[in-house]
């Protein structure tokens, strides 16, 4: 029978003192019978005694001759893999710690929950892969560059002549593909939210497969306790005649993080470098969640509003995705004040405002502002923007009577330009062959006016009080009415995104910062020093050199009184 045999540095019956010491043990042994079963003859068999062990040593005045017991099992099986220093880590409750005496290859590994385990293992094992996340990202993008060239949310007329089956683009592209795909509304599609989600839980996996395990890695109290492993590390030095308390001090004044076991020493610094990838990942998955609800989870809508009128929010904006719901806010009610345009000195519109006010369902003004482009409101979790502008009536006087409204039409022309025209009737309104005042404006601040043939009349500024007689009829152009284009949206998810993005820089920043550690062992008046880093190699040793040159050096005088102190 084979016997397994293990001894703990932390045992009592061992000494603390680096003087080697051998103690006499009085053993005692008490067996205990088992029974042999033929049905058990493969397994192994265990056979446990007590030692009762006293030790004769300085300690036994203290002691005073009390016996410590011990257990030692004996078994033919093969001793569980030790790991190195798992006493020395955090007090033996690191990883692997609390398990107990049953060996992991003794626990069951069948049924049910032994095979979602396995399952759950392999599924992370997958979700995890390097490649896998890259080939994702790889799609992602792909697919939000096919959004941008595929017109998002029009009308499935638009896509069957845009998008032909006689002349399908790149042979086998047609309208059947955007549809049946829903690319109309890639954002929102299900391949899209798809990879994304996909995406997020390769994010997951990585973060709890690699990167806590690294975390819980380099907080550990790792000692080492050879010269042969600390001379093995990417950096080692020797000091032959040097004090580990010193390099300890040494190091704790550069920002190490230090700890002291006996002739033992193990620093770091920079474990914020090693946290940044889980917070890197952490920001990418609020980025996605964030886009996820501002693609599925906004309203939507536009409006043009003549200066006087008002309208209702929730009659404007219309949901964009399944994740889309009103709010109270909704039954906000706009008026429009007032709409001005400001211009160039060459005439050409520069900017337009509108001064608006917001009433709740009690009709009281709960804000006002005056909106400007990239200058919108904000209330309740909507916005609304300020993105174009008409001509919605002219003001006039005809023959000092009046006034009246006349509207304003669009007239298409050739670019960029806007103009608009009305019309008043001269003479017998009811006739077949209506003649009458041609009036044009291109912007709020002149008017052009047209006799009824057709010929330039004269030019008036709005609000001029400046008559003009055309065909003996006099008019006055009291005013120029402009309409404000509004686009009014909600987007739940842009404030996720920018934690998202503002999270990213700052853990990318991070995750450039050094994780550097260091052991050393002082082997009689010798210190031993390694250290590795995972950044800035080419700096390590330098900088390691710099603080190593600080080291006092212990003279011969105190090594001797030393000396004497401990034969003493």
Not at 80 to 99: F, R, V
Not at 185 to 204: E, K, R
Not at 211 to 225: C, D, E, G, M, N
Not at 480 to 506: C, N, Q
Request: hydrophobic content about 40%; aromatic content about 8%; overall charge neutral.
């Amino acid at each position: 029978m084979k016997a397994l045999s293990s001894m703990n540095t932390s045992n009592p019956c061992l000494l603390k003192t680096h003087l080697i010491k051998v103690p006499n043990f009085h053993l005692f042994f008490k067996f205990k019978p088992f029974s042999y079963n033929t049905h058990d003859a493969k397994r192994a068999h265990a056979l446990s005694f007590t030692i009762n062990c006293k030790k004769t040593s300085s300690q036994d005045i203290k002691n005073k001759g009390k016996g410590v017991s011990q257990k030692i099992v004996l078994s033919e099986m093969s001793p569980p893999p030790l790991t190195e220093d798992d006493d020395d880590i955090n007090g033996g409750s690191g990883i692997g710690s609390g398990s107990g005496d049953v060996p992991v290859s003794s626990k069951n590994k069948g049924g049910p929950s032994g095979m979602a385990k396995m399952l759950s293992k392999r599924v992370l094992q997958i979700l995890s892969n390097l490649p896998l996340a890259i080939g994702e990202m790889f799609a992602i993008a792909s697919l939000m560059a096919l959004g941008t060239f595929i017109e998002q949310g029009e009308a499935p007329d638009f896509y069957f002549q845009k998008y032909p089956e006689d002349h399908p683009v790149l042979g086998f592209f047609t309208w059947r593909w955007v549809l049946a795909l829903g690319f109309d509304h890639m954002f929102t599609s299900t391949i899209f939210l798809g990879m994304l989600v996909l995406l997020g839980a390769s994010l997951m996996a990585c973060t709890y497969t690699t990167q806590i395990p690294l975390v819980k890695v380099s907080r550990r109290w790792s000692f080492l306790h050879s010269a042969e492993a600390i001379l093995k590390q990417e950096f080692s030095e020797s000091l032959p005649r040097a004090s580990i308390q010193d390099v300890g001090t040494i190091l704790m004044g550069a920002g190490y993080e230090v700890f002291l076991k006996g002739p033992t020493l193990y620093a770091f610094q920079g474990l914020a470098g090693r946290l940044a990838p889980i917070g890197v990942h952490i920001a990418l998955l609020l980025i996605m969640v964030g886009g996820t609800l501002s693609a599925a989870g906004s309203f939507k809508g536009s409006v043009t509003v003549p200066q006087g009128l008002n309208f209702v929010v929730g009659d404007v904006l219309g949901p964009i995705g399944f994740l889309s719901s009103p709010t109270q806010a909704f039954n906000t009610e706009v008026h429009v004040n007032r709409f001005s345009m400001d211009y160039f000195d060459s005439g050409e519109v520069s900017q337009f405002h509108s001064d608006l006010s917001l009433f709740d369902m009690d009709g009281k003004e709960v804000m006002r502002k005056t909106i400007s482009v990239n200058d919108p409101l904000r209330y309740g979790g909507f916005t609304i923007y300020q993105t174009d502008w008409s001509i919605a009536a002219l003001q006039v006087l005809k023959d000092n009577e009046g006034p009246y409204n006349l509207a304003m039409a669009p007239l298409k022309i050739s670019g960029d330009k806007k103009l608009y025209g009305s019309f008043l009737p001269v003479g017998d309104i009811n006739s077949p062959d209506v003649k009458g005042i041609s009036m044009l404006a291109r912007d709020l601040q002149s008017i052009v006016l047209y006799d009824v043939e057709g010929k330039f009349a004269g030019v008036r500024r709005p609000n001029s009080n400046l008559p003009i007689n055309i065909n003996g009829t006099e008019i006055v152009i009291v005013d120029a009415i402009g309409s404000s284009g509004l686009e009014l949206k909600t987007d739940p998810g842009v404030p996720v995104v920018y934690a998202g993005f503002g999270a990213l820089m700052l853990t990318t920043c991070i995750s450039y910062l050094s994780h550097s550690q260091v052991w050393a062992l002082q082997d009689g008046t010798r210190v031993v020093i390694g250290g590795k880093t995972n950044r800035a190699k080419a700096e390590f040793p330098e900088d390691m050199n710099r603080l190593l040159n600080k080291v006092p050096e212990i003279v011969e005088s105190s090594l001797s009184k030393e000396a004497n102190g401990i034969s003493r």
